[in-house]
């Protein structure tokens, strides 16, 4: 049955704040750099904004999964990944000459398996993903700050230790566009993200004897109120998102990641500190050294990311739930810095995280995406019993 839902009041002080910083900081980016900068820079914002409004994560959607078997936010990521799929294979199969992009490849390695395996315990520990640390971040959870920092440490001494990892047995990148054409590789992908489709619906259906749909229904609000104070269904964060990752690839020219970043800033950081990075291979040659000896608003994935924040200040004001958290429990400030520290590591030995690795990955047709995919879950598992050992969650089979 329908309910009619009161909508908290906007902080509009915060609202009218972070619009002029989205204003200030896009006219500086425009006119220090170029209008691609400040494009990609709104892009960013978009993503917070449809992030926030959906609580679209990853750590949160996979432990509700794993606890208790309720598929919603699960079906929703397979369907962005179908969706950006579809789009993007086109294009990287270049269906259209005129437009040149590159896609999210990586080696097939075991530095994707333990990497993406620590990411995934660090999702739980750390209570988000790339994405959603961002836009919870953006949100106001000062827990999530503390999963930020350590985020950055970690990333930037996995790019100190990645050239070891890469050492390890490798089979390098393989492209499914590649290795059989765009069209084939589309309907390949496709139908197995249908069955992964239909498994997760089945899971859920046998459990509890039907399925939660992906838009509610439970809000009747008009379409703009809730479009601009949220909360947003499911489907239309996948529509967005889509729309956003199609954007980036076609503006940047390479699809949307995030943590490259945190590398980067931290490695900044050392330097400016004094410290000697002359033996971090990954830091003295190509982007990474042409993005450290430039400003950070030069670095596409950075600037992008500082949107997202801001994305999701903006959403939260706008629906009232901008609150920062005023305490927090001793476990969850541990949790949050071993968290931090697998993300950050785990994400640079897996070329990414769960947008970087896991979404640019397989909508490029990379099959290190689908490994990063496996690895990651079974981190999740072992994280969601972690979280049980400190107290986070309730043991499985009670109310958590």
């Known amino acids: 049955m329908s309910v009619t839902t009161s909508q908290p009041a906007a902080d509009k002080s915060v609202v009218v704040l972070t619009l002029l910083a989205v204003m200030a900081i896009s006219l500086f980016v425009h006119h220090e750099f170029n209008v691609r900068q400040s494009v990609l820079f709104l892009v960013g914002i978009g993503f917070g904004i449809t992030l926030f409004h959906a609580a679209f994560g990853f750590s949160g959607s996979w432990r509700t999964f794993i606890r208790s078997r309720r598929s919603a936010s699960v079906r929703a990521q397979v369907l962005l990944l179908a969706g950006t799929s579809i789009l993007f294979f086109p294009l990287i199969g270049q269906l259209f000459p005129g437009i040149h992009v590159a896609g999210a490849v990586a080696p097939f390695s075991m530095s994707v398996l333990v990497g993406a395996f620590l990411f995934g315990v660090g999702m739980q520990l750390g209570g988000g993903c790339g994405s959603g640390t961002l836009f919870t971040v953006g949100g106001g959870n000062t827990k999530m700050l ?235 598992i072992a994280g969601v019993y972690l979280r049980i050992g400190f107290k986070l969650d309730s043991p499985l089979g009670k109310t958590s």
């Open 146 to 380: 503390i999963t930020l920092a350590f985020f950055i440490v970690g990333a930037t001494v996995g790019s100190v230790h990645l050239p070891w990892w890469l050492a390890l047995p490798n089979q390098g990148k393989i492209s499914l566009i590649q290795q059989m054409g765009w069209v084939p590789a589309l309907l390949l992908q496709l139908l197995v993200l249908a069955g992964l489709y239909y498994i997760v619906k089945a899971v859920e259906k046998k459990r509890y004897g039907e399925v939660k749909h992906l838009v509610s229904h439970q809000q009747q609000r008009p379409f703009l109120d809730r479009l601009v104070f949220g909360p947003w269904p499911l489907l239309w964060a996948v529509i967005a998102l889509i729309v956003l990752n199609l954007i980036t690839m076609l503006v940047s020219g390479h699809p949307w990641s995030i943590v490259f970043a945190f590398g980067l800033w931290g490695t900044k950081i050392w330097t400016a500190l004094g410290g000697d990075i002359s033996t971090w291979s990954y830091w003295n040659a190509g982007y990474p050294a042409r993005a450290l000896a430039s400003s950070v608003l030069e670095d596409t994935t950075s600037l992008m990311d500082f949107g997202l924040i801001l994305g999701a200040v903006l959403a939260a004001a706008l629906a009232g739930k901008f609150a920062p958290d005023k305490k927090i429990k001793r476990n969850e400030v541990i949790t949050a810095v071993i968290g931090g520290l697998l993300l950050g590591y785990g994400a640079r030995l897996a070329f990414g995280c769960n947008i970087g690795a896991l979404l640019a990955g397989v909508s490029s047709g990379s099959l290190h995406g689908w490994l990063w995919l496996v690895a990651a879950f079974v981190g999740n």
